[in-house]
């Protein structure tokens, strides 16, 4: 069964978090919370509380086991751009996460 967890517009820029995001995909979720835990980078803060809520609708809205979850996809997305009085377009993102406990749901 997948679990979904979106974060949208966050103030940072796409290309900065795609890298990080890929060290994630693939590994249980305690291994990927290490990764986001001791990286600097600005994304990691954004990505760490986007697996947090993914792995609460697991447990809350869906029973899952935490301990047997795994991350399947880990994605930052372009968004809109802001625009404001001055002539500069702020970049926002998207981080969307999925889990899966490797079972097919019906």
């Known amino acids: 069964?997948?679990?979904?967890?979106?974060?949208?517009?966050?103030?940072?820029?796409?290309?900065?978090?795609?890298?990080?995001?890929?060290?994630?995909?693939?590994?249980p979720v305690a291994a990927a919370l290490q990764v986001v835990e001791f990286s600097p980078k600005k994304a990691a803060q954004i990505l760490k509380k986007t697996i947090l809520s993914a792995v609460?609708?697991?447990?809350?809205?869906?029973?899952?086991?935490?301990?047997?979850?795994?991350v399947k996809l880990c994605v930052f997305d372009e968004s809109v751009r802001i625009r404001r009085f001055w002539p500069i377009a702020r970049r926002l993102c998207h981080?969307?996460?999925?889990?899966?406990?490797?079972?097919?749901?019906?």
């Not at 679990?3 to 590994?27: D, F």
């Not at 609460?56 to 795994?70: I, P």
């Not at 981080?95 to 019906?106: H, I, M, P, R």
């Open 1 to 27: 069964m997948d679990v979904i967890a979106l974060t949208r517009n966050a103030r940072m820029s796409a290309a900065k978090g795609r890298p990080l995001a890929r060290e994630c995909q693939g590994l």
């Open 95 to 106: 981080c969307k996460v999925v889990l899966t406990d490797g079972k097919e749901s019906k």
């Open 56 to 70: 609460a609708n697991a447990k809350n809205n869906n029973g899952l086991d935490v301990a047997t979850l795994t």
